[in-house]
């Protein structure tokens, strides 16, 4: 398969060889779940249930809201015991909406939609609704609703369904585990996704550090003429979905689109397996492999989890902590979230937990900017780190803006390699949040001014109609003192 | 030698005392039109900032009078805006602290009167008469004239909570790096 | 267990570091910096450390009332600092050349400009020019090769002399070979004549000709060079610019005028080619930090060396051609910036190519 070359990116010590070999185990259901009712992009789903509710496995905990949303299902039968504000696994450590299940251990499936017996003779529309349904979203770790990108389909005209097994990220094994376990299931999932966004050509794309993924994914896929299985360079970030669009196909995706407007939509392969299981079995998304590794974790594994599991009960799965933890990280080293705390679930997104050891975190101490240019050079989207740095630094976050800002994906690769230790990724995140509040203020700025002359326009439309009704009064007063009779007969 | 040093200083002379000339008479007038500050106000005139309108906060803005951060509920938007505009630097630190601000009525206090809702500059309170009164959060911007009026001290002025939605990462203090 | 979220990702690091990088550059310039040790005798040994420990005295005061944390120092700016000034040296420049070299490298260039990271001019060569126009005489004092045990070479008590108080210019300073060649010019001797009078190339090469302290060893600069290369400290841009403008430049004009100008080779062989190209030139902090910029910045300090050797009054332009170019690397930096993906060399994004639904 012909490769393009992608720009920059850093090669880090991958470190996966903690839990490559190690197939996924099940975690023996936990006595509680914690489900928060954001679990994805776009607006919070709103609660179905109340407390003291018994519930199945796979029914609806919380319906979706609007066009960019998802549903939350049980991951196991048992009772509501609470609803309310629980720590989020992120970074603010601010609480948010979650519902407390107790589990009862017996495992009970809800009544579930019907399995679509040919989803290749369904419409678009009805695998949209039904993965709409199951709760999917973006596994990779975007939770994007799945279901809306699977419409892009209506939209564009697309020719590639790109499959993203590249798993750049150090550590992380669970789509390389579950492209090796659930390889079937993952291309069965692919086709379906496929026909629903009418696109005629599939392409898995797996980096060439997984091997065994690769042999297994392309012998699962040898039967459809129209599935190809690539390898792709070992090369951090080629799991993002533009710059792995681009080494598939060499199209670059304009700023500010979507790939769709090159023709490829990407999915990862876990949410594949998930739209298999959602379409073949009718079961929502109730569950996802986590990989729980690092250098302070005793047993490091890839784990099938149940939703709302904490990450505290996850780990003492894994042998609890061997060494001292210096950071924990909800995903990859790269890109992935401090956790504010250990008593947070895990949720629909969380592709790996992480303990890092200091060795491993190996945090520098800030020192001067050097302009090496190293960051530069390897940046993947062509920016300059440096200078937006120092704009930054300076609270000049306009010109930071205009020298490429929002284009930056925060792929951590500048932060990486600055030998000086600069917090480069800290303050490009720091500086679209404080651009984007101050979007939200002028937005209600404007909002408020609105308001307030419309009020005043009311006001002054009620004085008017007030003052005609006096005039309309006043003349009919007028008209009865001078005509009492003509009034008399009239009544 | 007096020769090139009278000379010398005899331009020196000329060029500067033309140079003091030229900026007292052809000074450029800032264009401060009053009527373009007020328009970035709110205008709800709820004399936060210590004057009796928007519209004498803003004649004073106008003769760079009056600071830019004044503004309570213009909150950051406003005093960065005005700070722009009259080209002066606005110390928004204290922003930071107060924070943006949001009315609640509390509903076991209010007896119903109407008066906070006629009173509210954009009609966040809804209420009916003997009705308990409440506020809608995403309108009200803390001008505080409801808080003034209510007679039975049921409104209180609370900060705004935050949601996860709006948070972001604080800038990274990096001890090492020189203070500008 | 409490956590605090203090900081944002990534959590990782490559295992490099400020230090590490300048240790490097240090070790690339050993080999060279101990061949002209050998070739220059006592003399120069005593400039090079004294001019190392003074810049690195000098900032240690610098560092200390600007109430900046001492530890500051173990990052070696400040050796390399000296390293390179100590090498652009005449080998025996007498000790308060050097100190005056250093403070205004250090104190000047560096720690006014707001310190490391923050300087415009680069350290070294600022150190160097402001001693050049200050001292002439003393540096362009060059002398001819005087290996250290040799019988002819002065011994340590005697190169201490000569440390302390210079040395008897006219009866032991040799000129360089581009001084030389300038020199003679002006007396009127064609170019093509005087070059036959120099060292050849081979020597020129293997550095056993007069010059300043580090750059004579052409062979063993350009080994260091690639040896940075190799480890990625530097990337060909700036070398490869610096060195082929010089060629360019040499070669056409003497195959126009062979009477009047030196030839490409005589140009990248002689005086501070090899040592500007990948020590001087390649300066993180004062070079553009795109790498199409470092194209026209390496353009910029060939062409600027050439012409000033050409037609300036001084003999060895690549000092003052760094300099200038280091004025110019923010405007560089401002107008030359790498393409955005997504987006066209202006800034727009990208047109799309297929029409949509």
Known sequence: MKLFPIRGGIH???????????????????????????????????????????????????????????????????????????????????PQLTITLETNGKDEWAELPAPIADPFAATPAQIKERVAASGIVGMGGATFPSAVKLGLGGQYKLEILLLNGAECEPYLTCDDRVMREYADEVVDGARIMAHALGAPKIVIAIEENKPQALEIMTKAASAFANIEVGGVPVQYPMGAERHLTQAITGRETPARKLTADVGVVVHNVATARAVHNAVRFGRPLTSRVVTVSGGAIAEPKNVEVPVGTKVSELIAFCGGLAKEAKRFVNGGPMMGQPLPSLDVPVVKGTSGILALTAGEANEHATQPCIRCGTCVTICPCGLVPVQMAAFIRHDKLDKASELGLMDCVSCGSCSYICPSGLPLVHYFNYAKGALNAADRDRRKQEQTKALVEARAARLERQAEAKRQAALAAAAARKAQSENPDANKANA | MWLDVGSLAAIGGVLGGMLGVASRYLAVEADEAEAEIQAMLPGSNCAQCGFVGCSQYAAALAKHEAGVTLCAPGGRAVAEALAKKLGVHADLSDHEDVG????????????????????????????????????????????????????????????????????????????????? | MSIVVDKSGPFTHAPNSVQQTMTLVLAALVPATLFDAWLFGWPAIFLFVFTVAACMGIEAFCLKIQNRPLTSLSDGSAALTGWLLAMSLPPWTPWWVALIGAVFAICLAKHLFGGLGQNVFNPAMVGRIAVLVSFPVQMTAFVAPHPLFAAASPDFAQSLAIFIHG???????????????KTELSRGIAVSESVGKVPSVTDMLLGLHPGSFGETSAVLILAGGLFLLAKRIISWHIPVTVLGTLFLFGTVFSAVDPARYTSGVFQVVSGASFLGAFFIATDYVTSPVSKQGQLVYGFGVGALTWLIRTYAGYPEGMAFAVLLMNALTPIIDQYIRPRAFGRTRKGEPLPLLKGDK
Not at chain 2, 121 to 149: L, M, R
Request: charged share 15%; aromatic share 4%; net charge neutral.
């Open chain 1, 12 to 94: 880090p010590d991958y470190r996966k060889e903690a839990t490559s070999e190690k197939a996924i185990v099940a975690l023996p259901l936990p006595a509680r779940l914690y489900l928060p009712v954001q679990q994805h992009m776009g607006a919070p789903a709103s609660v179905v249930v109340e407390v003291g509710a018994q519930v199945k496995k796979g029914q609806l905990l919380a319906r979706g809201q609007g066009a960019v949303s998802a549903p939350v299902h049980a991951p196991a039968s048992g009772t509501v015991i609470a609803i309310g504000e629980m720590t989020a696994p992120h970074p603010s450590g601010l």
């Open chain 3, 167 to 181: 040395f008897d210019l006219d009866t032991i300073s040799a000129a360089s070979a581009l001084g030389f060649v």
């Open chain 2, 100 to 180: 943006p601000k949001v009315a609640f009525v509390n509903e076991e206090l209010c007896i119903g009167c109407l008066r906070c809702a006629q009173e509210c500059s954009t009609d966040a309170i809804v209420g009916a008469n003997k009705q308990v009164h409440t506020v809608i959060a995403d309108v009200c911007h803390a001008c505080a004239k409801c808080f003034k009026v209510c007679p039975t001290e049921a409104i209180e002025m609370r900060p705004v909570p935050k949601t996860i939605g709006a948070w972001h990462w604080a800038k990274p203090a990096t001890g090492q790096q020189p203070q500008h």
